[in-house]
């Protein structure tokens, strides 16, 4: 009886305080040890933009973004002083938006 009172006390009190040590729990971690957030860069488009599969202008147009789309840049490619690249992301909420429409894809800058 008094085994299954200990067990009973220490589960409860994991189950209390070991979620906010976890990732997901509550603790505020420090954004400055993920590199690829100091990395990223959020864009709007000022004109309407094609979005093509790979990087050069013959390439299959896969949609035409709107004035005013959000994207977030994934790389970017120097071809020449004239012609640079970006691989980006749409920033869109996948579950009211098309959940099947194109998210990623290269734009001319």
Known sequence: MMKNLIKNICLIGFALIGPITLPAGGIQRNLNEYNILNNSKEI???ANCSLYTFPKV???KLLVLDTGSSLSVLQEWVVNEND???RVELLTNQFIDHPNR????????
């Open 44 to 46: 709007i488009l000022l």
């Open 58 to 60: 013959n390439a299959t």
């Open 102 to 109: 194109t998210k990623r894809g290269w734009i001319k800058i």
């Open 84 to 86: 640079t690249w970006a």
